[in-house]
């Protein structure tokens, strides 16, 4: 069973909003830096965007930037990525990883070295 566990998804209108919600069921996601990550049909994985165990340093593709917010609430023990302007090519299954600290911010946006995963959602951008 998963330990990570993905919602918030669905369909949404080109320009609409969503917020995708990662929450860690059996672990504290407090020490742990997390990855989005999205796969489109026909298309390999790529990184979305990721954020450090203290929730200090983020990056973001290129093809998102400016657009989508990632964003940790320990109390809650839960990542979000707030996705706003949303254009059809952001459909996608959505992932989010996590893995203890200590690897680089650029391995939590691979996805290199991350022990859990979920099962992924769909965000489907349409009219």
């Known amino acids: 069973q998963s330990q990570l566990v993905e919602s918030g998804g669905g369909l949404v209108k080109p320009g609409g909003s969503l917020r995708l919600s990662c929450t860690a069921s059996?672990?504290?996601?407090?020490?742990?830096?997390v990855g989005w990550f999205r796969q489109a049909p026909g298309k390999e994985r790529e990184g979305v965007s990721c954020i450090d165990s203290r929730g200090v340093n983020t990056n973001y593709a290129d093809s998102v930037k400016g657009r989508f917010t990632i964003s940790k609430d320990s109390a809650e023990n839960t990542i979000y990525l707030q996705m706003d302007n949303l254009k059809p090519e952001d459909t996608a299954v959505y992932f989010c990883?996590?893995?203890?600290?200590?690897?680089?911010?650029?391995?939590?946006?691979?996805?290199?070295?991350?022990?859990?995963w979920g099962k992924g959602i769909l965000v489907n951008v349409s009219s």
């Open positions: 059996e672990f504290s996601l407090t020490y742990y830096g």
């Open positions: 990883a996590a893995e203890s600290a200590g690897l680089s911010l650029d391995s939590y946006c691979r996805g290199y070295g991350m022990t859990y």
